[in-house]
């Protein structure tokens, strides 16, 4: 039998990570992708789109370019 300091110290261990796991995962997933840049006028063809990209990745998290009907997207990660 576990002496009651043992219980004590499992269960506040049991409910300090039922309390941080789902705050941690609510963080990770507050990143999201947004539109920032597209169209014809700004990007005639994918290759131009992703010659932005470094530049994009230095303000964001992260950057893609989306091609969809032939109209190129830049799509960043705040």
Same mark, same amino acid.
């Given at each position: ?5 043992? @219980? ?9 990570? +039922?309390?941080?796991?789902? /705050? ?5 997933? +507050? ?14 063809? /994918? ?15 992260? +950057? ?6 032939? @109209? ?7």
């Amino acid at each position: 039998m576990k002496s009651w300091r043992t @219980r004590t110290t499992l269960g506040l261990a049991t409910v300090a990570a +039922a309390v941080a796991i789902p /705050l941690a995962a609510g963080t990770a997933s +507050a990143a999201q992708w947004h539109d920032v840049a597209g169209g014809p006028e700004m990007y005639p063809n /994918l290759a131009s789109c992703q010659a932005e990209i470094p530049k994009a990745k230095e303000h964001y998290q992260d +950057a893609t370019c989306v091609e969809v009907n032939g @109209r190129v997207s830049l799509w960043v990660l705040y």
